[in-house]
């Protein structure tokens, strides 16, 4: 075999590319050439077999890694051994990590949280049951297969194998600070309650954004791990409960008895308060948002159905969110042509004082006389209006007319001549259609 056959192949299994590196050693991508299927091989550092008892803790715990079969853990296929160097051969999975969704600093949703959330309780509480504490649970440790749906668990055993006197030979406690238990900073014997703080801080994350302890320094996030208590999630979050803040809280205790009895526990819990809290916050906001659209106040509308969908997304959110920002859209539309009108209405009045003769041309074909008013010149654009005369109120004219005309001639006034009549006629057109009236 060729060196260059050698340096593309570790053991039976061709190297496809590098998926990644970290402190243990790189990932490649892989083939198995005798069943046809991709595989992930993390060959392992050369002078980690140089550790006193790493071969015997290594084998040890990659067969009781191996012994998990679970549909949230990576299913390890070999172990084995190439030019001096070691390494272990997985499932190949696809997608994007946790760490990778979480990159942008939003919080997820709180469905999408406990979604994600649930399966990897699960996943621990069935490892902790075989006997395996994972030490290393943070999102980088978790990729999201099927399209994102199916959340997976890697790198079990490896760590503990690495970690099982706490430290390295150095005296460095070893592990990813951000997720790291206090016990497991102090170099304390480890439990289940180790991981539970671990998942506790990924759901801190997912809910809040960040991590409750960030620091520039290594040493600096420890501490707060050991001895700060972490910001109340709701100052991070305002969006989130008060019993979902003391949940979260409660996963974070710095004493692993005042945890949950189980990670399964505290995903449980935290799924019943959020299903809660969202049944009374979505009604309450559906309410709010329908009120406001009513009244077209469309940006608050807008406002509540993005707080909805940042707390749980539904069909029926995303659909009415379209339809408030259609609406909006026509309002605006309509805002902008009324303010058109106004300035053409200003326009035309300006013309009308200062060419005296302009006369609007009525809908009926008639027109109206000049006027200063701008309501005249608002009316003859929108042209709606037709101007007439009720018959009751006709009527009513005509007898008030006579009775005054009776009173006028019983008191002894004279009649008005003829010329005043003609005067008041052409002035006063009602006066002359009423005097026609009675004259017929």
């Known amino acids: 075999m060729s060196k260059k056959d050698q340096a593309s192949k570790i053991g039976k299994y061709e190297i496809l590319g590098k998926i990644g590196e970290g402190g243990f050693g790189i990932v490649y991508r892989g083939r198995d050439p005798m069943l046809d ?14 550790t006193p008892g790493f071969l ?3 084998r040890r715990e990659a067969r009781l890694a191996a012994s998990l079969h679970h549909p949230n853990v990576v299913g390890i296929i070999e172990v084995g051994e190439h030019e001096g160097r070691y390494y272990l051969v997985m499932e190949y999975l696809t997608g994007q990590t946790l760490a990778d969704l979480l990159d942008d600093g939003k919080s997820l949703p709180l469905t999408r949280a406990v979604e994600l959330l649930h399966p990897l309780a699960e996943a621990l509480d069935y490892a902790h049951a ?77 809910l809040t954004g960040r991590v409750p302890f960030k620091g520039t320094t290594p040493f600096e996030v420890q501490n707060g791990h050991v001895s700060q208590p972490p910001p109340d999630p709701l100052s991070l979050n305002p969006a989130l409960s008060l019993d979902t803040g003391k949940l979260l809280l409660r996963a974070l205790e710095k004493d692993p008895s005042n945890r949950f009895q189980s990670v399964i526990g505290f995903v449980n819990e935290l799924n019943q308060v959020v299903d809660q809290w969202i049944s009374q916050k979505a009604n309450q906001i559906l309410q709010e948002v329908q009120q406001q659209m009513a009244s077209m106040n469309f940006d608050n509308a807008i406002a509540g159905l993005d707080q909805l969908q940042a707390i749980a997304p539904s069909a029926k959110a995303a659909a009415l969110l379209n339809e408030c920002q259609r609406k909006k859209e026509k309002w605006n539309q309509i805002q902008d042509l009324l303010k058109q009108q106004d300035q053409v209405s200003d326009q035309i009045n300006k013309m009308i004082k200062a060419e005296q003769w302009i006369k609007l041309p009525s809908k009926n074909g008639g027109s109206y006389a000049p006027q200063k008013e701008k309501e005249t010149i608002s009316a003859w654009l929108n042209t709606k209006v037709d101007i007439s005369v009720d018959k009751g109120l006709f009527g009513f004219v005509i007898l008030f007319t006579l009775v005054a005309l009776v009173f006028a001639i019983n008191l002894g006034y004279q009649a008005p001549s003829i010329e005043v009549i003609k005067s008041l006629c052409s002035r006063y057109p009602l006066i002359f259609i009423t005097l026609l009236a009675l004259d017929s």
């Open 56 to 58: 015997e803790r290594f």
């Open 37 to 50: 299927r991709e595989v992930a091989i993390k060959v392992l550092r050369a002078d980690l077999a140089s």
């Open 130 to 206: 075989k006997g395996v504490i994972h030490r290393d649970v943070k999102p980088g440790n978790v990729i999201l297969a099927d399209d994102g749906k199916r959340p997976v668990l890697t790198d079990f055993g490896l760590v503990k194998s690495r970690l099982e006197e706490g430290t390295t030979t150095t005296g460095v406690v070893l592990g990813t600070p951000e997720y790291m238990s206090p016990e497991q900073i102090q170099g304390k014997e480890l439990g289940p309650a180790a991981d539970q703080y671990a998942l506790g801080i990924i759901a801190y994350q997912m």
